[in-house]
T-cell receptor, first 111, second 115 residues
Framework: GQSLEQPSEVTAVEGAIVQINCTYQ??????LSWYQQHDGGAPTFLSY????GLEETGRFSSFLSRSDSYGYLLLQELQMKDSASYFC????????????FGKGTTLSVSS | DAGITQSPRHKVTETGTPVTLRCHQT?????MYWYRQDPGHGLRLIHY???????DKGEVSDGYSVSRSKTEDFLLTLESATSSQTSVYFC??????????????FGSGTQLSVL
């Protein structure tokens, strides 16, 4: 089957750098996505990696290693507003555009 | 923001009653999805649709049915609600461009409590 593993919780302080790891098991890999969800809100798209390497979008970067079935989300210059849950996701096998999500990592940023 | 409206936003119902949740989009996107979110489980796919009258099962489809008679509406029905279906339900949409990136846009969610 398909599965994704990510840590359940991460804590950090303002201004720090934090890395959220994601390992996945799937056949026919078509990319790894990241979503952010603030408490009580809807998930929103952050980034997508189809090829190996680092994708940078402002303070956030996402990395993928297809040979290791591994990716991570890197958040720099952490701010209080970055406190949220972060989910990695891969396309559901045989379901075209549907995504299968990991269980999520709750990031708590303190001052 | 993507034009996705979920209704109702909150609902309390009793075990054994039927419940229908509605997802309405104004983006004319082809693909629509229903997910449920529970503590410790993340987002789990219930059903999805790839066009009018074209639907398929997701990871946790037992006890749920869906219908899509128009592009803009995707209905999720719990035929006989159970307490295990207490959850937050999210609708999402996407528009495949034929490439590999499938960005999902989520609605605001429906909090369903089954007593």
């Amino acid at each position: 089957g398909q599965s994704l593993e990510q840590p359940s919780e991460v804590t950090a302080v303002e201004g720090a750098i934090v890395q959220i790891n994601c390992t996945y098991q799937t056949s026919g890999f078509y990319g790894l996505s990241w979503y952010q969800q603030h408490d009580g809100g809807a998930p929103t798209f952050l980034s997508y990696n189809a090829l190996d390497g680092l994708e940078e979008t402002g303070r956030f970067s996402s990395f993928l290693s297809r040979s290791d079935s591994y990716g991570y989300l890197l958040l720099q210059e952490l701010q209080m507003k970055d406190s949220a849950s972060y989910f990695c996701a891969v396309p559901k096998r045989g379901a075209g555009t549907a995504l299968i999500f990991g269980k999520g990592t709750t990031l708590s940023v303190s001052s | 923001d993507a034009g996705i409206t979920q209704s109702p936003r909150h609902k309390v119902t009793e075990t054994g009653t039927p419940v229908t949740l509605r997802c309405h989009q104004t983006e004319n996107h082809r693909y629509m999805y229903w997910y449920r979110q529970d503590p410790g489980h993340g987002l789990r796919l219930i059903h999805y649709s790839y066009g009018v009258k074209d639907t398929d099962k997701g990871e946790v489809s037992d006890g749920y049915s869906v219908s899509r008679s128009k592009t803009e509406d995707f209905l999720l029905t719990l035929e006989s609600a159970t307490s295990s279906q207490t959850s937050v339900y999210f609708c999402a949409i996407s528009e495949s461009t034929g490439g590999t990136l499938e960005k999902l846009f989520f609605g605001s969610g429906t909090q369903l409590s089954v007593l």
